[in-house]
T-cell receptor
């Protein structure tokens, strides 16, 4: 099945610094790449997504870049704040046997923003 | 409802007992997903419903796990004869579309299952 590798597994940054999380994949048919943020005790929440017809998308302090040739996509958070501390998951669409699609997730990155 | 609702939020059960977890998706969402998240781990795909049909059940960990969806809305995940390794957070998500134009999947807050 589809495999998504996510790095790093943990990331500590100083408040105000940037954070970058990278994911690589193998299925060239994937065309939708979301990023989810999960705070303690809550379900994952979509923060940004990108489709394969664009290379970069930005939403305030968050940006995602996609390199379909190299099969990797990255999350960039600038001017990090303590409330950015959470677990971040990358994901992509993969086919389900019998029809339909599902989200396959990376293993997650624990981001800690230190004061 | 305003979002995906799961119940119960927490469940402690004795080993060997059956449990039923419930998911109420966002109204109008035809696609519904169940995932399992073990402590400190990623999200493991269990099963997907398009309407009331589940085209692929191979993600279910064992034959003790089953799921159904009725009326294209509420779904239940049933675990029979629970084992300690079933302890995890069970997450449900729903989305409007699941084809080429995949749309955002919204997650519930999860059910934390503890088997003692």
């Amino acid at each position: 099945g589809e495999n998504v590798e996510q790095h790093p597994s943990t990331l500590s940054v100083q408040e105000g610094d940037s954070a970058v999380i990278k994911c690589t994949y193998s299925d060239s048919a994937s065309n939708y790449f979301p990023w989810y943020k999960q705070e303690l005790g809550k379900g994952p929440q979509l923060i940004i997504d990108i489709r394969s017809n664009v290379g970069e998308k930005k939403d305030q302090r968050i940006a995602v870049t996609l390199n379909k040739t190299a099969k990797h996509f990255s999350l960039h958070i600038t001017e990090t704040q303590p409330e950015d501390s959470a677990v971040y998951f990358c994901a992509l669409i993969s086919r389900i046997t019998g029809g339909g699609n599902k989200l396959t997730f990376g293993t997650g990155t624990q981001l800690k923003v230190e004061l | 409802g305003a979002g995906v609702s799961q119940s119960p939020s927490n469940k402690v059960t004795e080993k060997g007992k059956d449990v039923e977890l419930r998911c109420d998706p966002i109204s109008g969402h035809t696609a519904l997903y169940w995932y399992r998240q073990s402590l400190g781990q990623g999200l493991e795909f269990l099963i997907y419903f398009q309407g009331n049909s589940a085209p692929d059940k191979s993600g279910l960990p064992s034959d003790r796990f089953s799921a159904e969806r009725t009326g294209g809305s509420v779904s239940t995940l049933t675990i029979q004869r629970t084992q300690q390794e079933d302890s995890a957070v069970y997450l449900c998500a729903s989305s409007f579309g699941t084809g080429f134009l995949f749309t955002e999947a919204f997650f519930g807050q999860g059910t934390r299952l503890t088997v003692v």
